[in-house]
């Protein structure tokens, strides 16, 4: 069986509370007797892209499990690789792959510079490509923005060009499962025939249409607490998520 936790957008330096919040959920994760295959974080780390947010964000993300950090729209790619990578601050997409004993965890860089609206690059594509065909694990894909219509304000910015990703999943039974972020609430559905599970998230909930006031502002309640997922693939091939909340 393998366990994963799924954390997204912490967005550090949107508000004095994202920086608690995030370390709320961290702490809570480490203390928790389990052990997680993986802890996924799923893009918007820091809320600016500027390099003190990630300085703060590196102290913060640390685990005694495997750890996992991809970026999103609010985050900034140079400062992104430099600051809490460590890596050369080059402006082309931050894709990284995780090997455990159990399972190979890709994820994959959708954020345009610039924008809030996502894409997977071609260099991105022909490297999940590479990663999937040279799999001998389960191999479970991770990125920001979610490629399908979740009925929220986040489906103007979602995933652009989803159909090329589609096609290149379509059919692979080695892939358990899609996770994403970036809709700061829980959901679950389907995408090119595979669970596409997103996190809740951590600085803040959006609320659904039929949960808010007339105004678009009137969606992010920083009131929830932090929101996240763990998902379950068990010895049968199936995928259970479990969302909790941290107090």
Request: hydrophobic letters at 45%; a negative charge; aromatic letters at 6%.
């Amino acid at each position: 069986m393998i366990v994963i936790a799924h954390v997204s957008d912490i967005h550090i330096g949107a508000t004095p509370e994202s920086v608690p919040r995030a370390d709320a959920v961290l702490r809570y994760l480490d203390a928790l007797p389990g052990d997680f295959d993986a802890v996924l974080v799923t893009g918007d780390i820091a809320d600016h892209g500027f390099a003190e947010e990630y300085e703060t964000a590196a102290k913060l993300l640390s685990s005694r499990h495997p750890l996992l950090v991809g970026p999103g729209n609010h985050d900034v790619r140079q400062e992104f690789r430099r600051v809490l990578l460590g890596w050369e601050a080059t402006a082309g997409p931050v894709n990284q792959v995780l090997r455990t004993s159990r399972a190979i965890y890709a994820m994959c860089d959708s954020s345009i510079p610039g924008q809030a609206a996502g894409d997977l690059e071609d260099e991105t594509l022909d490297w999940l490509e590479g990663v999937l065909d040279g799999a001998d694990l389960p191999v479970f894909v991770a990125f920001h923005h979610p490629p399908v219509v979740l009925h929220g304000p986040v489906d103007e910015i979602g995933l652009r060009r989803a159909e090329r990703l589609e096609s290149l999943l379509a059919g692979r039974a080695n892939v358990p499962a899609v996770l994403v972020g970036h809709a700061h609430t829980a959901a679950a559905t389907t995408f090119a025939g595979l669970p596409l599970l997103v996190g809740g998230g951590v600085v803040s909930t959006i609320k659904l249409p039929w949960e808010r006031g007339p105004r678009l502002g009137d969606s992010v309640d920083y009131d929830q607490p932090p929101l996240i997922a763990f998902h379950v693939l068990d010895d049968e091939g199936r995928m259970t998520t479990h969302f909790r909340v941290v107090p």
